[in-house]
């Protein structure tokens, strides 16, 4: 994905949410980050010391909210330098925070999307997922929702932990460079999504988003690439990916391009 040119942003997260743990220093971008616990109360004040100023417009996302009816609100770029002030990130460019904050959003608008991607295959059960998977990826046609769409419950940014999927990648990295980047993934996030089951009844599930950077396109802009999944905390996630992966290679791999 590259970055966008709207000022799409993320969500603030809960002020009660706990501090992230990481086992290496974050990122510049993961730093700016408003999913990494960012309170809601902060101030739109212009910080001391700040030589330019910075808008202090706020807008919704496309993000549902799980704890309440709305959708998930997306911080000002004020509130995220003056967030960076706070965590002692004295260093953060001030003519930068826009243009970064719009990146971070834009990309974690394109995470929900791919969420919504998940929701729609097997938010009805396995059966009705298989049936979405057996014809690949291409010949998924994302549905409506006939329900409540699946909302964002909780998150937490996580840069300094590396999944298990990121540390294989990042191995084959070194066994095939040609096929595989051993570069690891500069962001990580965990978030908590509700699924609302034919039934009626709710079910709370966990997904991982790695975020990697690639080349440069040739006007300068940067690449960005998702990797979205459910996190293998049931069996029934397990099962979530094997049948996405194995329906497009099956579909692929049983003659696709001649049925085109």
């Known amino acids: 994905m590259s970055s966008p040119n709207d000022g799409s942003s993320c969500p603030i997260a809960s002020p009660n949410a706990p501090a992230t743990s990481t086992s290496r220093a974050p990122s510049t971008l993961s730093k700016l980050n408003p999913l990494n616990y960012m309170p809601s109360n902060l ?6 010391n700040q030589t330019i100023a910075l808008p202090t417009s706020r807008t919704t996302s496309s993000i549902p909210r799980g704890d309440v009816e709305g959708n998930w609100e997306y911080p000002s770029p004020q509130q995220m330098y003056n967030a960076m002030r706070r965590k002692g990130y004295d260093d953060t460019p001030e003519d930068a925070v826009e243009s970064m904050v719009a990146v971070h959003n834009f990309l974690n608008e394109g995470a929900w999307a791919e969420i919504e991607g998940w929701e729609a295959r097997f938010n009805k059960g396995l059966r009705h997922g298989w049936q979405s998977c057996r014809n690949g990826e291409q010949g998924f046609e994302q549905q409506k929702y006939e329900g409540e769409s699946p909302r964002l419950l909780r998150f937490m940014g ?14 084959w990295g070194f066994v095939w460079p ?5 570069e690891p993934p500069f962001d990580r996030h965990d978030w908590y999504v509700q699924r609302k089951l034919p039934d009626g009844r709710t079910k709370e599930v966990r997904y991982v988003i790695d975020y990697y950077s690639g080349p440069e396109e040739p006007t300068g802009e940067p690449v960005f690439y998702l990797d979205v999944r459910p996190a293998m905390d049931t069996p029934t996630a397990a099962v979530e990916r094997l049948m996405r992966f194995g329906g497009d290679v099956w579909y692929r791999a049983s003659g696709a391009k001649a049925r085109q």
């Open 43 to 48: 101030s739109q004040s212009r910080s001391s």
């Open 178 to 182: 040609a096929e595989y980047s051993s």
């Open 158 to 171: 996580r840069p300094g932990i590396l999944t298990p999927k990121a540390r294989l990648y990042a191995l």
